[in-house]
């Protein structure tokens, strides 16, 4: 079994508690208009544009049409990410457990554990159940962080092998929701209530947008609703760096003032979820 690793980076303190090693998988199934690496939701088509554009010579073909990136030639320039017309990029590797594994046993001395992302990363959930398997088997945690599209009650096993859920709530008002993140959000709702219930809830974040008091104050009013007083909550300011300018636009050009985020968290602490916090 192969799974699609878009990225790993070896020590990271903002994917989890602690020092961890953070690995992105390819592939969302959301479109959320806000996404920071908009290059990791879609599988790449292999339509050669980036090939084309590549001032290292670093992209190719196979023999079955499949572009092949060569990290050695590989100048780091992301020209192949700019130029993709399919939010995709070539710099993947379909890598196996064992492969990752002998990756991330050079980090294993010195993190408390490994948090997957993406991209969605339960997108792999096998993959993730094998991994998450051998990653215990040397002491270290293992964190899902994910955009509740998973149906974890229908398929808990992969919670049977981590220690839980980063949660993204992202928008809760039903048209904002659409608009947002184009993917129904019920099933991300169910699992809130879900990981909640059987103690597998590590975080839930929601990020606050300039300007939009009243869909902001409705997805913290739920969350904080739901949440209680144990579960840490964080409350992010939407930053347009690495956001498509077409969604700029609409989203805004700003960054959200931290004052602002801040009226949230208080809101978030006074329905009773006592650890919100924002960032
Ligand atoms: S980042 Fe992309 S475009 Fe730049 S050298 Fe590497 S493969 Fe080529
Ligand atoms: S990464 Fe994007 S531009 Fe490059 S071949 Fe794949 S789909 Fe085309």
Redesign the pocket.
Known sequence: MRAPVNRIIPFSNVDGPGNRTAVFFQGCPFNCLFCHNP?TI??????????ETCPAGA?GFDGDGK?VWDREKCVGCDT??K????????KVRWMTVEELMQELRRCIPYIDGITTSGGECTLRNEFLIELFTEVRKLGKTCLIDSNGSFNFEADPRVLAVSEGVMLDVKAVEQEWSDTLISHPRELVLKNLDYLLGVGKLQEVRTVIFPGRDRENAETVRYVAGHIGPTCPYKIIRYRPFGVREKYQKLLGEFETDKEYAERFAALARELGASKAFVV
């Open positions: 290059e879609h599988l790449c088509r292999g339509c050669g544009v980036c090939v992209l572009v192949c990410i130029v993709c017309p399919h939010d995709a990029s070539p």
